[in-house]
């Protein structure tokens, strides 16, 4: 399936990442379309589409453009390259296991977070229930 080319609105829709997102990702060097239609149109395919996926993923978790450049390039050579040495291999998933220990981490930390607010939102609630309107006694 990975010969199937898209345009960049279908990326954008599958990816839910803005056109623009995308076009910054280029830029940077994080992800580069897999072809150019005869009229100029970027076109990308399953693969471009994973890799902006996990950019997608790192980007809440705090991970800088460095980082996730870094990364793609590990999984990129872990990926691309039967012929690497043992050393070669290790070393780089060595890189991918602390990404993965910093993300267990940044995860953990956004658990806390998300409990402390729905903590909040909880207390909220509760006073917005004190504040309801009385009802007064009627004729019965």
Do not use: C, N, W
């Amino acid at each position: 399936m990975d010969g199937k080319h898209m345009q960049i609105g279908e990326v954008a829709a599958r990816t839910e990442l803005s056109l623009r997102t995308i076009r910054h990702y280029e830029e940077t060097g994080l992800v580069v379309p897999s072809a150019r239609s005869q009229g100029g149109f970027r076109l990308y395919t399953e693969t471009d589409v994973a890799r902006l996926m996990v950019i997608r993923r790192m980007k809440p978790l705090g991970f800088t453009l460095e980082q996730m450049r870094d990364l793609l390039d590990a999984t990129d050579r872990l990926d691309a390259d039967d012929d690497l040495g043992a050393d070669a291999r290790e070393a780089l998933l060595e890189r991918v296991r602390r990404y993965e220990g910093v993300a267990v981490e940044q995860v953990e930390k956004l658990r806390v977070q998300l409990s402390r607010a729905e903590d909040f939102a909880a207390t909220l609630r509760t006073y917005a229930a004190h504040d309801r309107p009385r009802r007064t006694p009627g004729p019965r």
